[in-house]
C-alpha cells in the first residue's frame, strides 16, 4: 500500500468531512431525543403513544450513529464519468441532501464488490481506504485492467484489496468478531445480495467466511427490504450463547441493531436448557418420528373412561356415560384446534349433554337463563370437574414431556415405533433440567396443545381487577386532593402505571413462541436436528432463510452430513445451494493438513483454495504422556507473548480433550485471564467449544483423543487458527498429520523440548 502525501492528505480531508456530519447528525438525534423524554407521560393515549414511538425511533437512529465509528468510509469508486463515490458503513447526506457517503448494501455500492477487469460496471479505479480511528493511514488502489493474475494453469481474478484483506486477517484477534464489510469478496457479495425468498443454503469449509457473510447477509436484507422484514424481523440462531457474544458486535457496526439472536436451547421463552445427557439420547430426541411420539403422547390425554360415573347435585343424579365422553372427544377433534383450545369446544359438548339430563328430571320447563346457571352448577362441581379432566386434561408443554420421560408407561403408548431400550434410555427423574434436545420436542407440543385458554380468561380477569383497583385508588386520590377539574382517574391510573416505551420488534419477538419472522439466518445449521429444523421453520412460513454451515464439521450426533438428506424431507424443493471455496482465516500449511486428517477420517470436506501462506503456521511436537500438561502451559504461554501486541489485541485457544480441560485451566488462569471468558488473552476449552470462534494461535493438544470423540471436531479444532496451529502428542497422530500423507506440504516437526516463554517476546 503506497501513496503519495497529497493522496492521504485529500483522503484525510474526505474523511474528515464525514465524520464532522456523524457528529452533526449524533447531535441532532440526541437534541430530539431528549426533547422528546422531557415531555413526559403526559397528553391523551394517542400522544403518548406517538411520543414513545419518536423516542424508539431517536434511540434506534442514535444506537445506528454511534455503532458505525470505527472504518466509517472504506472505499472509493472512480467512474469512466470522472464522478467519485465513496462507499462506507452508512449512508450519509449533507444539509442539502447531496450523497457524501454511499451506503454498503445500496445498489451503487455493488460495484465495489464485484467490478472486475472482465466487467468493469462503469468503475475505472477501486480505491480501499485503510484507517485507524478517524486517520488515514493508507490507501490501495485497484486498476481494473490490471488485476488479472495467474494461479497455476487456471487464470484467476485476484483478491479485490488483496493489500487491505490481508492486514485485517493479519491482524491480532480482540475476542469478537469483525466485520468484513471493507474486504467483501466477490463470491461472499454474491450471497450476501441474493435474493430474499427461499432457502440459501451456505456451504463452506472452515475459514471462508460463512457466518460474516449470514451477518452481512441479514444486514443487506434489512436495508433492501425494510418494509417487508421491519414489522416481523429477523432472527438470527448459533449454536451456543457463547458464539452469540462473539458476533454480537457484527450487526450493530453495521447499522442494525434489531436483529433477534437466540440459540436452539432458546427458542422456547421461559425454559431454560441446563441439563446434559448421552449424545444417543439427543441422537434420539433428535429424529423426525419423535413428532409422532408428541403427537401420539397429546392424544393419549384425550381418552374415554372405562366405566361411567355418576355424580349427584341437588338432589338429582347425572351420568357422565363413556358414550357421550368418545362423541364430545369426536366432535371437538373435528375443528383440528390444538388440544387445550379443543378442549373448551369438548367441555361445553358434555355441559350440555349433563344439563340435558338434569332437565329431564325437573317436572317443568326451565328458562334460557336458568339453564345457564345449571351449566354453571355443573361446571364447578368437584366431581364433573374431575372426571371431565381425566377425559381431557389441560396440558402444558413441561407436564406433557415430563410425564413421557418419568412415566415409562406412557412412552410406552406414545412411542410403539420406539424399541424398548430405546424408550428406556429416555427416562429420567421427573423435575430433572431440560436438556437442548428437549427444546424442540417441547416446542411441538406447544405447537399442538395450543394454549391454555382457562389460563388466558384467568389472567384477563386479573387484570381486569388490577385495573378496577387503580381506577379505584386514582379516585380517592382524586378526592383528596380536589384535583378531579384537572385531571380524570383514567389518567392519573394510567400514569401510576405507565411503563415507558413500547418493546420494540425485537424484544416482542423474543419473548413471543409463536411469533414468525421474516426471514431465518441459521448458522453452524449442519448441527440441527430433524426435530430442530421443524422448530425452526415454524418461525418462518415464507420459507426465506439463509443457512449456513459445513457438512464436514458436523459434531452433533443428529446432525447432517448431507444437506439434501436433511432439508428434502422439510423444504422440498424451495431451497438452493452456494458455496464458498476460499479460505480467508487458516493459513495453507494448516488448512491442507487439517483437510488430510478429514479426509482420512471419511468426511466430507469441500476442497479449498487458501488465500495465504504464514511461514511456520503449523508445529507439532511429540512429549513424553507424563509431560503433556507442563510442556501444554508453556507452549501457550510463548504462542501468547507471541501474538499479542502492544494494544492487548492477539489471542490463543488452548484445545484439548475434555478429560484435560480442567487442569489446563487450573494452570492457566493466571496466565491471560480466566482460561473460560471469551474475552481473556488466553483460553481453554474443549474442541467441540471453538465451533465457529477464531485465535490467532491455537494449541491443539492429543488429537488422537479429540478424533476419538469426535472426527468433525478434531477438524474445528485445527482449523480455528489464523497464524499457528501448535499440535502437541503423546499418542500416534491421526492419519494425515504425518509427512507425506496425501499430497499435503510437510509438516515441520520437532521432538525438541518447547523453550521456556520469552518475556515480552512478540
Request: no cysteine; charged share 30%; glycine share 8%.
Amino acid at each position: 500500500m503506497t501513496a503519495t502525501n497529497d493522496e492521504l492528505t485529500g483522503e484525510q480531508r474526505t474523511i474528515d468531512t464525514l465524520y464532522a456530519r456523524l457528529d452533526e447528525l449524533r447531535a441532532q438525534t440526541r437534541a430530539r431525543l431528549a426533547d422528546v423524554r422531557r415531555t413526559g407521560p403526559a397528553g391523551s393515549p394517542q400522544n403518548r403513544s406517538e411520543r414513545d414511538a419518536f423516542a424508539t425511533l431517536y434511540e434506534d437512529r442514535l444506537a445506528q450513529l454511534e455503532a458505525v465509528e470505527e472504518r466509517l468510509a472504506f472505499g472509493r469508486l472512480d467512474l469512466e464519468d470522472g464522478s467519485r463515490r465513496y462507499v462506507g458503513r452508512i449512508g450519509l447526506t449533507d444539509a442539502e441532501q447531496s450523497q457524501l457517503l454511499t451506503d454498503w448494501r445500496a445498489p451503487a455500492a455493488q460495484a465495489f464488490y464485484r467490478a472486475t477487469a472482465a466487467h468493469p460496471d462503469g468503475v475505472v479505479r477501486r480505491r480501499h481506504l485503510v484507517t485507524r480511528g478517524r486517520s488515514v493511514t493508507a490507501v490501495e488502489d485497484e486498476v481494473l485492467d490490471l488485476t488479472l493474475v495467474v494461479d497455476g494453469d487456471e487464470r484467476l481474478e485476484g483478491l479485490s484489496g488483496e493489500g487491505a484483506l490481508l492486514a485485517a486477517l493479519g491482524a491480532g484477534r480482540t475476542g469478537r468478531m469483525g466485520d468484513i464489510v471493507a474486504t467483501i469478496q466477490a463470491e461472499q457479495d454474491t450471497i450476501i445480495r441474493s435474493e430474499l425468498g427461499g432457502a440459501l443454503v451456505v456451504q463452506g469449509g472452515p475459514g471462508t467466511g460463512k457466518t460474516a457473510v449470514a451477518l452481512h447477509r441479514a444486514a443487506f436484507l434489512l436495508y433492501a427490504h425494510r418494509r417487508t422484514l421491519e414489522r416481523s424481523g429477523v432472527l438470527l440462531v448459533g449454536p451456543s450463547r457463547t458464539f452469540l457474544r462473539y458476533i454480537d458486535q457484527v450487526l450493530p457496526s453495521l447499522g442494525e441493531t434489531g436483529v433477534v439472536t437466540t440459540t436452539v436451547a432458546e427458542l422456547v421463552p421461559g425454559v431454560r436448557a441446563t441439563g446434559t445427557e448421552d449424545d444417543a439420547v439427543a441422537e434420539l430426541k433428535g429424529r423426525a418420528v419423535m413428532a409422532r411420539v408428541i403427537a401420539k403422547a397429546v392424544r393419549d390425554r384425550e381418552r374415554v373412561p372405562a366405566e361411567a360415573v355418576t355424580v349427584r347435585i341437588d338432589g338429582r343424579t347425572v351420568v357422565i356415560r363413556p358414550d357421550d365422553v368418545a362423541g364430545a372427544i369426536a366432535r371437538a377433534r373435528r375443528n383440528h384446534r390444538p388440544h387445550n383450545q379443543a378442549r373448551v369446544a369438548f367441555v361445553r359438548d358434555m355441559l350440555s349433554r349433563l344439563a340435558d339430563q338434569y332437565v329431564a328430571q325437573l317436572a317443568f320447563d326451565v328458562p334460557p337463563d336458568e339453564r345457564g346457571e345449571i351449566l354453571e352448577d355443573l361446571r364447578s362441581h368437584r366431581d364433573v370437574r374431575v372426571a371431565l379432566n381425566l377425559a381431557w386434561m389441560p396440558l402444558t408443554p413441561q407436564k406433557l414431556l415430563e410425564d413421557l420421560w418419568a412415566k415409562p408407561w406412557r412412552l410406552d403408548l406414545a412411542a410403539p415405533e420406539l424399541s424398548r431400550a430405546q424408550r428406556r434410555s429416555l427416562a429420567r427423574d421427573a423435575g430433572s433440567p431440560w436438556t437442548e434436545a428437549d427444546v424442540p420436542l417441547l416446542d411441538e407440543a406447544a405447537e399442538l396443545l395450543g394454549e391454555d385458554d382457562q389460563a388466558a380468561r384467568a389472567q384477563a380477569r386479573a387484570a381486569a381487577q388490577q385495573r378496577a383497583d387503580e381506577l379505584a385508588y386514582a379516585r380517592r386520590v382524586l378526592e383528596s386532593t380536589g384535583s378531579g377539574a384537572l385531571v380524570s382517574a383514567e389518567l392519573l391510573a394510567d400514569r401510576f402505571t405507565a411503563g415507558g416505551p413500547a418493546l420494540t420488534t425485537a424484544e416482542r419477538a423474543a419473548a413471543d413462541r409463536t411469533w414468525t419472522y421474516g426471514h431465518v439466518v441459521v448458522d453452524e445449521a449442519q448441527e440441527l436436528s430433524a426435530m430442530a429444523w421443524r422448530a425452526l421453520l415454524r418461525r418462518v412460513p415464507t420459507r426465506s432463510l439463509t443457512i449456513v454451515g459445513d457438512v464436514a464439521q458436523t459434531s452433533a450426533a443428529a446432525g447432517t452430513r448431507d444437506w439434501a438428506t436433511m432439508l428434502d424431507p422439510v423444504l422440498r424443493a424451495s431451497w438452493r445451494l452456494a458455496e464458498l471455496t476460499v479460505n480467508y482465516r487458516t493459513p495453507a500449511a494448516v488448512a491442507d493438513a487439517a483437510r488430510r486428517v478429514a479426509s482420512a477420517a471419511g468426511l466430507p470436506v469441500s476442497r479449498l483454495t487458501s488465500a495465504r501462506e504464514v511461514p511456520d503456521a503449523l508445529q507439532v511436537r511429540r512429549v513424553a504422556a507424563a509431560a503433556l500438561v507442563d510442556e501444554t502451559v508453556a507452549t501457550a504461554k510463548l504462542a501468547l507473548d507471541d501474538v499479542r501486541d502492544e494494544s492487548g489485541a492477539g489471542r490463543v485457544a488452548v484445545l484439548a480433550p475434555d478429560g484435560t480441560v480442567d487442569e489446563l485451566r487450573e494452570r492457566l488462569a493466571g496466565a491471560g485471564g480466566p482460561a473460560t471468558d471469551l474475552d481473556a488473552p488466553l483460553v481453554v476449552m474443549g474442541a467441540r467449544e471453538a465451533k465457529g470462534l477464531e485465535f490467532d494461535a491455537v494449541v491443539l493438544v492429543e488429537p488422537a483423543d479429540v478424533l476419538a470423540a469426535s472426527a468433525g471436531d478434531l477438524f474445528v479444532a485445527m482449523t480455528r487458527p489464523t497464524r499457528v496451529l501448535h499440535v502437541l502428542h503423546s499418542r500416534d497422530l491421526p492419519r494425515g498429520f504425518e509427512e507425506g500423507d496425501d499430497d499435503g506440504p510437510v509438516v515441520r516437526r520437532s521432538d525438541m523440548p518447547v523453550p521456556e516463554a520469552r518475556a515480552g517476546a512478540r
